[in-house]
């Protein structure tokens, strides 16, 4: 990162983001992509890019962008969303095509859906690409645009060995999270076609997200991309063991399957989701409390077997 030959990106003249973008877009066979803060911004500005004010995004219930971006789709889009109660975070095309609004002067127009792949509060689930397929028919059938919040789509790619251009073909806009997994310290990517991204480069500017020097960033990003993708499926696997040790445990309800690096488990019996936390929290094991009753734990590439085996032993004395 410090080695980084850096530019001012708000005039497109920083070397290192140029060249994470460009990798970025290649790697999934799309024209263009953006360098954002975040993966907040990069999902509110494509939702900003592809609708209007007034118009309605058919997503899952549990999706980050209807529930963890702060009412950012109606903030600063203007839009209503269409919930759906999907399956562990991911909807299917039935349930899509059956909340498309009728072209009625009452009605919102329906312009986006947006899925989430991984699902995180899914506990990792991952969709399957014929579903995606599928939910992409019945997109171009009525004429809506089709977001995937990708913050984790290099887990469900490497469990599922999947070739991301498999999504570029899918998707107007794909978010890819560089932190979270992939381990750089922050920053997001937003993918499509080069027009499009040329309307959320100006988008980017007025949410505040044109940054200056931000190769030293990009590079820590293009360190994880090159690096950081292949070893997914070790949190993977550690998140296995985890679950292998919790569910002996009295205090283990229902688990989510685990089918990539999260886990989500009911908490019972001696124990509720804050105290479980907080009595993890004092060996310095963090976990997060997602409701009263449930508890999430995420592995990443900073997490070591030696971390993970020593949870292990907490956990069994717990
Ligand atoms: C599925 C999903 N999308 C988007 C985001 C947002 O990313 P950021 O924290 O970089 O804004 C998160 C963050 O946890 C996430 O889990």
Same mark, same amino acid.
């Given at each position: ?43 509110? /500005? ?26 950012? /789709? ?25 909340? /498309? ?14 899925? &989430? ?44 060995? &999947? ?121 310095? /094991? ?29 956990? &069994?004395?717990?």
């Amino acid at each position: 990162m410090f080695r980084a030959e850096v530019g001012d990106d708000v005039f497109g003249e920083d070397p290192t983001v140029n060249r994470l973008e460009a990798l970025a877009a290649d790697m999934f066979g799309m024209e263009a992509s953006l360098f954002c803060p975040s993966g907040t911004m990069t999902n509110q /500005i494509a939702i900003k890019c592809h609708t209007r004010p007034g118009d309605e995004v058919i997503c899952d219930n549990q999706s980050h962008v209807y529930i963890y971006e702060g009412g950012g /789709i109606a903030f600063n889009s203007g839009c209503q969303v269409r919930p759906i109660e999907g399956d562990r975070g991911r909807i299917n095309a039935k349930q899509v095509k059956d909340s /498309i609004n009728p072209d009625d002067l009452h009605k919102a127009i329906t312009r986006l859906v947006s899925v &989430e792949n991984t699902a995180n509060r899914g506990g990792g689930s991952c969709y399957q690409l014929t579903e995606l397929q599928n939910i992409k028919e019945v997109c171009l059938e009525n004429n809506l645009l089709f977001h995937l919040d990708g913050a984790r789509i290099f887990n469900a790619i490497v469990e599922n060995k &999947e070739d991301p251009k498999d999504y570029g073909l899918l998707f107007d806009s794909i978010s890819v999270c560089l932190s979270k997994g992939l381990g750089a310290p922050v920053g997001s990517v937003l993918l499509g076609k080069r027009e499009f991204i040329g309307k959320a480069r100006r988008v980017r500017k007025v949410f505040g997200g044109g940054m200056r020097q931000a190769g030293y960033l990009a590079a820590a990003g293009i360190f994880a991309l090159q690096n950081n993708i292949e070893r997914l499926h070790i949190d993977h696997l550690y998140a296995k063991q985890m679950a292998e040790a919790l569910l002996k445990k009295s205090f283990t309800g229902k688990m989510m399957p685990v089918e990539t690096n999260i886990i989500i488990f009911e908490v019972k019996e001696n124990y509720t989701a804050k105290s479980l936390a907080e009595a993890l929290k004092t060996h310095d /094991i963090l976990v997060i409390a997602i409701s009263p009753t449930q508890v999430r734990m995420v592995f990443h590439l900073d997490i070591t077997e030696k971390m993970v085996m020593e949870t292990i032993r907490v956990i &069994e004395v717990l």
